[in-house]
């Protein structure tokens, strides 16, 4: 069965995607982002969000500026390390969801960097090049998604 979202965690989704909480109408928070024409609104609390209508929500809040890099995460003694190779970070979570949590800060710290520094962001390889790296044989593969650095509002 695919993953379901809470409200709560759309609604961070949402923050972390540089939306403001505008206001609330009973159990209906509205966010806005100067960068879009849109005015979100998500029903909170709700326990039970599919995974496609919320990420389709996400997209379609942020204007599909979001980039998408390939993780690959390894279980260790005390939760997950894990890597991504696009960019050559190295991080951990003590579980599957927080280290992908920590992927995307970590993404979105390393592409403020390389804004900040005036160089271009490495070409993200073919996910296949990464399936057919020997060292990477037999570890867990995922995606996360995090909002495109060059267009997003600092918090």
Not at 36 to 42: C, F, L
């Amino acid at each position: 069965m695919p993953k379901r979202y809470t409200s709560k965690e759309l609604i961070r989704l949402a923050e972390e995607f540089g939306w403001q909480l505008v206001s609330v109408k009973g159990d209906h928070h509205n966010f806005k982002n100067s960068n879009s024409r849109y005015i979100v609104t998500i029903v909170h609390p709700q326990k039970d969000v599919p995974v496609g209508r919320a990420l389709d929500s996400v997209k379609k809040i942020s204007g599909d500026k979001i980039m998408r890099y390939l993780i690959v995460l390894e279980p260790t003694e005390s939760g997950f390390s894990v890597q991504v190779p696009d960019l050559a970070i190295m991080t951990h979570g003590i579980n599957i969801d927080l280290a992908k949590q920590a992927a995307r800060t970590a993404i979105r710290i390393n592409l403020d960097a390389y804004q900040e520094s005036g160089q271009a962001i490495p070409d993200r390889l073919p996910m296949e090049q990464h399936f057919n790296n020997l060292d990477l044989l037999d570890l867990l593969f995922a995606y996360v998604e995090v909002p495109d650095s060059m267009d997003r509002i600092a918090a």
